[in-house]
């Protein structure tokens, strides 16, 4: 292992190995020596080992991947940790606790969190923790220096107020104490109009910001719910306080308690649900008889409607609140909604059930649906009769004409000129020459697309069905690669730079696609064909030079010699627009003529 300069004397590094082929767990972890040996026992017949370290100040960005030949490394391992911060502090319990309730803060997780811009990826997060020991007292290692932090204390009984916008340099250990507040207390139960508990219950409690205006400044408690309704939100932060609580198939319902304050609690409390409006229908097959298990999805098609706040429990959060479906008889009954008017749609048949119905069946399984708009609650009971919907047919090959076996095929549908992907029907093909038939699309206008792995999406097509129904031919054009060397300034391979592609089509680049071995050596594979610029990063040097190449589809391109350049230094001062205007920690970027960021 490599000690970064000014790594602190004191510092103790251990290597650790984890995951599941790093052998036994006893064996897993070695203390680094003082010129950065070490030796780890793992398992023989393990082929990877990922390790990674644990030391006060250094920090590995991403765990090691150590490959294994014959129980041994298949390369020298060399390790190249960044010199961190550490803080470490007390946290103060509120006055007056009790022992046995600070007892309960031991192990509680006090978090760091951070993040950072990089020039190339954006705005990149970072995450580290430490626990309370039996004298609440906290350590927090390998904290990043690009990093701007937000330090605060997880527990559900007190607030924590966190301490924001902490910078720390490499090699520093911080003291930095942290208070805890008792907050608010808030507990009752909710009732349904039907007197028990509601369904998919979810209770929150909002601190509004000074002022009293919802928005960005509030803060939020979120309650555990028990299966009688009865609700329990510990620590909330004090000022005008409002209880919100939603459910499956009612509308937010909400409590305003006014302004409480730090230490207060509440019990006892109440809320009621209203019932909102009902529309019920039934849905049928083409001959009449009854379509049981369809999906019912609403769309609230007034112009005040929240479309997102009425799908919550239907359709498109399904996954978070439950769906709708028809019963044995085809009839459902949706609760909890607006005046309207409503899309109400009703689907049969997944598109999972038709993927695995087709690898089985010369003929994919059916998917009809049926909608009708316009629909107000209490308006009486609906019928919607599905119809099976049109099939398209076509055909994908590469840009040498082979057929692809494998792809994705997709049918989004147009709502006044808008892709409606959530009434989006996709399949999985699996082909012996390229053809598909996509079946179930409705009527109208949509946009058909398929994508590949490893090939540039061909352009879609938007289509009327049924007026266009195929067959649609697709080409999806290979990918190429890019393979070569980068080098130091003084012409020495540079190991783990890192490679980033810049495409002329596309705005911006691609994250990393790679980094060299230890002699330098790379290939960036699944390249997009046209003219690209790929670049080389490495800390402490400035960028290479942005090397256009023209990538060719299905080919590779060798021998490409990048150069990583020494770079100059830039110095300056920040003078702030008005005289409070705190500039610390402000970040300052320098960015090229021609676009690629240094």
């Known amino acids: 292992m490599q000690f970064p300069e000014g790594t602190p004397l004191d510092e103790v590094v251990e290597i650790v190995a984890i995951g599941r082929d790093s052998g036994d767990p006893a064996s897993r972890r070695g203390r680094v020596g003082a010129q950065g040996s070490f030796r780890l026992a793992c398992d023989r017949d393990a082929r990877t080992v990922r390790l990674t370290l644990e030391a006060r100040h250094l920090f590995l960005e991403t765990p090691a991947l150590v490959r294994m030949k014959d129980g041994a490394p298949a390369s020298p391992v060399r390790l190249e940790p960044k010199l961190g911060a550490c803080v470490i502090g007390q946290v103060r ?25 990089d020039p190339a990826l954006g705005r990149e997060g970072v995450n580290r923790h430490g626990a309370l020991d039996a004298d609440l007292r906290y350590e927090i290692r390998g904290l990043d220096p690009r990093c701007e932090y937000r330090l605060g204390v997880e527990t559900r009984d007190y607030l924590s107020p966190p301490v924001e916008q902490v910078r720390f340099a490499a090699g520093e250990t911080r ?31 909002e601190t ?26 510990g620590a909330v932060a004090p000022g005008e306080i409002t209880l919100l609580a939603g459910a499956l198939q009612r509308p937010e319902a909400e409590l305003r308690l006014g302004r ?60 978070e609140f439950g769906a709708v479906t028809t019963s044995d008889d085809g009839r459902f009954a949706v609760e909890g909604l607006g005046a309207g008017p409503y899309r109400v749609a009703a689907t049969l048949g997944t598109v999972a059930n038709a993927g695995a119905a087709s690898a089985k069946q010369s003929s994919p399984a059916p ?20 119809t099976a919907g049109h099939t398209l047919t076509g055909r994908l090959v590469d840009d040498l004409g082979e057929p692809l076996l494998r792809f994705q095929v997709t049918a989004t549908p147009r709502d006044n000129g808008v892709l409606d992907e959530e009434r989006a029907i996709s399949k999985a093909i699996r082909s012996k020459d390229g053809s598909f038939e996509l079946t179930g699309v409705p009527p109208g206008e949509h946009r058909l697309e398929v994508r590949a792995m490893n090939r540039e999406a061909p352009d879609p097509v938007d289509i009327v069905v049924p007026r266009e129904l195929g067959p649609f031919t697709f080409v999806a054009t290979r990918r190429g ?33 790679g980094r060299t071995d230890a002699d330098g050596t790379f290939k960036v594979s699944n390249v997009a064909p046209g003219m690209a610029h790929i670049q080389a990063r490495l800390e402490g040097y400035a960028a290479s030079e942005a ?45 090229l003529n021609g676009g690629f960021v240094s």
């Open 175 to 205: 003291i930095l104490d942290l208070d805890l507040r008792r907050g608010v207390r808030l507990s009752g139960r909710v009732i349904d109009p039907d007197g028990g508990p509601p369904r998919e219950l979810s209770v929150i409690a």
């Open 260 to 319: 409480l304050q730090d230490g207060e609690a509440r019990q006892g409390l109440e809320i009621r649900m209203e019932r909102g409006g009902r529309i019920e229908g039934r849905v049928t097959m083409p001959d009449g008889t009854a379509a049981k298990g369809a999906r019912i999805t609403l769309l609230d098609l007034s112009d005040e409607g929240d479309s997102a706040a009425n799908l919550r429990f239907l359709g498109r959060r399904n996954s």
């Open 481 to 513: 690669s890019i393979a070569g060397v980068v080098r130091l300034p003084n012409g020495a391979p540079a190991p783990r730079a890192t490679l980033h592609v810049y495409m002329s089509s596309r705005h911006g680049p691609d994250r990393p696609r």
């Open 93 to 117: 319990a509120p006055a007056g606790l009790e022992a046995t309730a600070a007892a309960g803060l031991v192990g509680a997780a006090v978090s760091a969190w951070g993040w950072f811009r």
């Open 547 to 591: 090397l256009a190449v023209q990538c060719v589809p299905g080919d590779e391109l060798q021998d490409v010699t990048l150069y990583l350049r020494l770079g100059g230094r830039i110095t300056g001062l920040a003078h702030p627009a008005a005289a409070d205007d705190a500039l610390q920690g402000r970040e300052v970027h320098a960015i």
């Open 367 to 386: 998917f009809a649906s049926a909608s009708l708009d316009g629909v107000r609650p209490g308006g009486g009971e609906i019928l919607l009769v599905l």
């Open 208 to 233: 509004l910001p000074p002022g009293g205006a919802p928005g960005d400044g509030s803060s939020f408690g979120y309650a555990t719910i028990a299966e009688d309704g009865s609700f329990e939100v």
